[in-house]
Every structure is written in structure tokens, then in C-alpha cells.
């Protein structure tokens, strides 16, 4: 990966792979959608921080459980996890890489802009299912998260889009950028080389705002924890995805039946996606990580580069996360602005 004035440190623990394999009930989709009070129950037992043991050992064979865990179990993937992490923090399973780089120069006073509502879907209040236990100890537990009514960009934002914004603000475009003109051909793809200070200034620019990790993975599973943004089940040709041998970005809006449950474009794959979160623990997370602090903010939904020895994991799913200084840049980061939707 290519990455200007920066330091790379790799933290990698080692530990034994056991892939998960599980077989898919073709009648288990329709029993999903019509749980009714079992669904309930399955939330209010199973992704509670507090019953994350017992729903561990419980969701395949408890009859409010199962129904709801094996609604669509996913066929092994790619981006499949080893085998169930255990919440012991003598457990540390293979850690995402720290990348420093020298720090952005200040940012100019952004003058917002009124921008239409048609770029964007509206993700309603409410709960829905966050996290993970089947991965890497930072995604877990699977829990109840929220949040209030929200917009979110359809899709990343764009060379294109980026280019208004760096000519009304005057504003450094990207490095890559030949004599600060988007790359030939590239207009439609997403913006890459920014910073999340950068991401911020253009949102705020835009008279938007970069979403909350919560509003973004809401966003893309919707309210039911899929997997992945179409479903449980991997596709190999539902984004623009390392397995695919990606050689960079596409332009946006290439998969559309990749998209979420919302409707939206490239929220897996194409470029990982900067949110305004700090890289904390999730809630009833007992595992100590060095690694979590205010100085480092996350970022969401993959991209087309293997970043796996970098120590970030491959990055289909949407529970996935990622976590860098906010001055780092390269080509394999972007984002997508959100919005709230009262004043």
C-alpha cells in the first residue's frame, strides 16, 4: 500500500485459524421475517452485553434464539473470522495496524453550503443490532445499539465532488491529483488521499456532517445485523473487494446489488470509509486493547486492497472496523457525508 510520510507499526498476535463452516436452511429466511415475539425475546436475551456468554452458548440451540441467529446462516467466506473469539482478555486475536503520519496542516475557516437532500437516504430512528461475537475481540459483543432519524450519502463522495470543494475553499486538493486536476477518467470515482480532517471539512462544507460508527453500521446492515449490506450470505460480485484481484477504486455505484437495506451504494468495499467515532470498546466489551484512545478515529466497510498484513483484516462485513490517526492518507480511504434530520 502506498502511503506518503508516514510510519508504519505492525502489531500482529498470533494465534491458530479455525474457519467456521454452516449450512443455510432454505426455509429459515421466511421464519426470520416473521419471528414476531421470538425475534423480541431473541433481543432481549441474546444481544444484551450482560447475556453475551449465555447467548453464545445458547443462540443455536434455544428455540427464541435459533430462530433468530439461523435465519440466514451466511455460507463461509473469505472474509469469514477464525473460529468464535472468546471475550477473555487472554485472547487477543490479530490486531489492526497503527499508521502515524506527519500532522496536516490547519484547516482553512469551511463556509457551509446548502446542499439538496436528493444525494442522500433517510435511515429512520430506532434500534438495531451492532457488533459481533464471531470475529475479532474489538467487534464485540453483539449488542442493541441506536439511533435517532438520520440522512446519509447514497454514495462515497466522489473525485468529482471533491473537486467543487477544493475550488470553493481553496483547499490543498489531493497529492496524487496531476497539477491539482482529478486523475483522467477517475471523475466518478471516490475521493481517496484524505484525511478524517479532511473528510470533516468537506462534510461541514457541504452542510453535512461524517456519521457516527453507529449511524454508519445501522446504515448498512439496517436493523436485523445482516452480514453483509445485500444479506448472511458472501457474494463475491457484490463489491469492489480484494478477492476480486482489485487493483483500486471503481466508480461509485458499480454493485447495485451490493447495496444496503437502505439502498446504499459501495458501504462494503471500494474505499474504507471515515466516521466521527474514536476507536473505543463497544459497550460490555471486557478486552483491553493498547490501542483504543481519543488520538485514533475508525473507519468502516473495507476496500479493494488486502489489507491483511497490515494487520486491519479483509473487510466484507458490516461490523467490521478499522482504526488510524486522523492525518493519515492514502488510496484506499474515503467517505460519505451524513446529515441530521431536524435542525
Not at 429466511?29 to 441474546?46: H, M, W
Not at 482478555?89 to 436528493?118: E, F, W
Not at 473537486?163 to 489531493?174: A, L, W
Amino acid at each position: 500500500m502506498r502511503v506518503n510520510s508516514i510510519h508504519i507499526k505492525k502489531s500482529i498476535y498470533l494465534f491458530t485459524l479455525t474457519l467456521v463452516c454452516g449450512v443455510m436452511d432454505p426455509l429459515a429466511s421466511f421464519a426470520f421475517e416473521k419471528l414476531g415475539p421470538l425475534r423480541k425475546e431473541c433481543r432481549s436475551t441474546c444481544h444484551q452485553p450482560e447475556h453475551i456468554l449465555k447467548a453464545k452458548k445458547n443462540k443455536y440451540t434455544q428455540a427464541e434464539c435459533k430462530a433468530c441467529h439461523t435465519g440466514e446462516k451466511s455460507i463461509a467466506s473469505p472474509f469469514s473470522a477464525p473460529s468464535s473469539a472468546s471475550l477473555s482478555g487472554n485472547n487477543s486475536l490479530l490486531l489492526k495496524s497503527i499508521i502515524q503520519a506527519n500532522p496536516s496542516s490547519p484547516s482553512k475557516k469551511i463556509i457551509p453550503q446548502n446542499k439538496p437532500l436528493d444525494s442522500m437516504v433517510e435511515v429512520p430512528a430506532g434500534e438495531f443490532i451492532m457488533g459481533s461475537n464471531e470475529r475479532w475481540d474489538d467487534e464485540a459483543p453483539e449488542h442493541i445499539s441506536s439511533t435517532k432519524a438520520f440522512y446519509i450519502d447514497l454514495n462515497e463522495v466522489t473525485n468529482s465532488d471533491y473537486k467543487k470543494f477544493v475550488n470553493s475553499t481553496q483547499k490543498d486538493s489531493p497529492f496524487h491529483w496531476p497539477e491539482g486536476n482529478i486523475p483522467k477518467g477517475k471523475e466518478n470515482h471516490p475521493v481517496v488521499y484524505v484525511s478524517w480532517f479532511d473528510a470533516t471539512d468537506y462534510c461541514t462544507w457541504a452542510g453535512k456532517r461524517l456519521p457516527t460508527e453507529q449511524e454508519w453500521e445501522k446504515a448498512a446492515r439496517g436493523e436485523d445485523g445482516i452480514i453483509y449490506p445485500w444479506g448472511n450470505e458472501w457474494s463475491l460480485d457484490k463489491s469492489n473487494n480484494p478477492y476480486k484481484h482489485s487493483t483500486g477504486t471503481e466508480p461509485v455505484g458499480s454493485y447495485p446489488e451490493g447495496r444496503s437495506p437502505y439502498g446504499i451504494y459501495d458501504i462494503s468495499g471500494n474505499v474504507w470509509e471515515w466516521v466521527d467515532s474514536y476507536y473505543l470498546p463497544h459497550p460490555g466489551n471486557p478486552v483491553t486493547r493498547a490501542e483504543y484512545g481519543t488520538d485514533k478515529r475508525v473507519l468502516k466497510g473495507g476496500s479493494w486492497f488486502d489489507c491483511l498484513s497490515y494487520g486491519c483484516g479483509l473487510s466484507a462485513p458490516t461490523f467490521n472496523r478499522s482504526f488510524f490517526t486522523p492525518e493519515v492518507k492514502n488510496n484506499s480511504f474515503g467517505f460519505r457525508c451524513a446529515k441530521s434530520n431536524s435542525p
